[in-house]
């Protein structure tokens, strides 16, 4: 039977970095990024708690998802980093665990997604069509274990659950993606992809600012062998 976990407290410990202007931290899967029907604590309700101050939401991830999300604690600096997700000049590397070993073992990806609101789904198509959206990736295999294995993926763009919806179009369903074809769930409703990497130009000063989030604390992530060190 599947555990959901409520949080109902910021951690210090999920801080990757924080200045005057932003924060960036290290979002557990079991939390939503900002307010859904579940009505449990979103991370930008902990973030602002522990902050003080009127945050800004730059970007998302799916509740499921763990990994680097960034606030701005005023506008001054949020203005700056949405125009840089906009004009896709930040990096963002995820890690995907999958069952599938994917053909080749690595390749860029190009579909044109169709957002479905009312099954909250994306379909991928290899055609451009009305209310399709190009969406790129990079993917490429880079560690495995005894069941499963590991895609390091690069995003090109930012679409509507992309990673998920692009890897099942491939036959590579990432492990408790129920929704995009896996064939279970994982017992804390969790999916295995973490946005590990995230590169940004400080919205200020402009200075590089790169931040790899941890694992989550679960043996499946720590399995792999060979594992590559540098993101």
């Excluded at 989030?213 to 590559?228: R, V, Y």
Aim: proline residues 5%.
């Amino acid at each position: 039977m599947s555990e959901k976990k409520i949080i109902t407290e910021f951690d210090k410990d999920w801080i990757l970095y924080e200045d005057r202007d932003i924060i960036i931290v290290n979002k557990l899967n079991s939390i939503p990024v900002q307010n859904d029907k579940s009505n449990d604590p979103s991370l930008y309700f902990l973030v602002q708690k522990y902050c003080g101050c009127d945050l800004q939401l730059i970007h998302r991830l799916d509740r499921p998802v763990s990994g680097a999300v960034i606030f701005a604690k005023n506008l001054k600096a949020a203005i700056p980093l949405f125009l840089q997700f906009e004009q896709r000049s930040v990096q963002k590397n995820y890690y995907a665990i999958v069952e599938t070993v994917p053909e080749p073992t690595q390749d860029l990806l190009i579909h044109y997604l169709e957002k479905k609101s009312s099954f909250n789904r994306s379909i991928p198509h290899l055609e451009n069509g009305p209310k399709r959206k190009k969406a790129i990736l990079n993917y490429e295999l880079i560690g495995t274990n005894e069941q499963f294995h590991l895609l390091k993926i690069v995003l090109h763009t930012g679409r509507h659950h992309q990673i998920r919806a692009q890897l099942q179009a491939i036959g590579c369903s990432i492990k408790g993606d129920t929704k995009y074809g896996y064939k279970r769930s994982n017992r804390d409703r969790s999916i295995n992809l973490h946005a590990r990497f995230l590169r940004i130009a400080h919205p200020i000063t402009r200075k590089e600012i790169s931040v790899i989030a941890p694992f989550p604390n679960l043996s499946i992530w720590s399995s792999f062998k060979p594992w590559k060190k540098n993101e």
